[in-house]
T-cell receptor, first 115, second 113 residues
Framework: GNSVTQMEGPVTLSEEAFLTINCTYT??????LFWYVQYPGEGLQLLLK?????DKGSNKGFEATYRKETTSFHLEKGSVQVSDSAVYFC??????????????FGKGTLLTVNP | DAMVIQNPRYQVTQFGKPVTLSCSQT?????MYWYQQKSSQAPKLLFH???????NEADTPDNFQSRRPNTSFCFLDIRSPGLGDAAMYLC????????????FGPGTRLLVL
């Protein structure tokens, strides 16, 4: 079945530090890949997505590249801000099988950015 | 702005007392989903509607039901809430099934006393 593994948190950084949150996946077919962000007490917001190999998703200074050869979709940002403090979820949606509507989520990574 | 709206944001109920959570959307999407998210965990899909077609996940307890009276609204009914049902409940929508982006509402946090 499909699965997503993302780095365990929590991750604590100082403002303006470089961020990487690793995400690898196992899926049949050719999945679409997503990063969602959840701010405290809120629902999930789509941060970025990529639908095919070598696509790069980007938004608000965050980037992630769909790497089929390494089955990875690592999230990066060059300079984090305090306002980036949130939980980040990597997710996939597969195009094969009877459950192609389902988002498979990683466990989430809590990021705290200190001033 | 087009959006997914959930009311209320916080809901307190008593053990065993039926409760209904609501979701509405102005996106005119065909698919609506309900997720349960417990503390420090990933969201877990309970069920979804594709238009009027209801699809229950195999491991969703019978205690959870859903209604979708029209395209815009979807309700989650918990018939007899237990302490273990305390969680954040997230509604999401997508244009169609498949590898579509899902758009989430802000969630309703349910507390069971």
């Amino acid at each position: 079945g499909n699965s997503v593994t993302q780095m365990e948190g929590p991750v604590t950084l100082s403002e303006e530090a470089f961020l990487t949150i690793n995400c690898t996946y196992t899926a049949t077919g050719y999945p679409s890949l997503f990063w969602y962000v959840q701010y405290p007490g809120e629902g999930l917001q789509l941060l970025l997505k990529a639908t095919k190999a070598d696509d790069k998703g980007s938004n608000k200074g965050f980037e992630a590249t769909y790497r089929k050869e390494t089955t990875s979709f690592h999230l990066e940002k060059g300079s984090v801000q305090v306002s980036d403090s949130a939980v980040y979820f990597c997710a996939l949606s597969s195009n094969s099988g009877g459950s192609n509507y389902k988002l498979t989520f990683g466990k989430g990574t809590l990021l705290t950015v200190n001033p | 702005d087009a959006m997914v709206i959930q009311n209320p944001r916080y809901q307190v109920t008593q053990f065993g007392k039926p409760v209904t959570l609501s979701c509405s959307q102005t996106l005119n999407h065909n698919v609506m989903y309900w997720y349960q998210q417990k503390s420090s965990q990933a969201p877990k899909l309970l069920f979804h509607y594709y238009d009027k077609d209801f699809n229950n996940e195999a491991d969703t307890p019978d205690n959870f039901q859903s209604r979708r009276p029209n395209t815009s609204f979807c309700f989650l009914d918990i018939r007899s809430p237990g302490l273990g049902d305390a969680a954040m409940y997230l509604c999401a929508t997508s244009v169609r099934l498949g590898q579509e982006t899902q758009y989430f509402g802000p969630g309703t946090r349910l507390l069971v006393l």
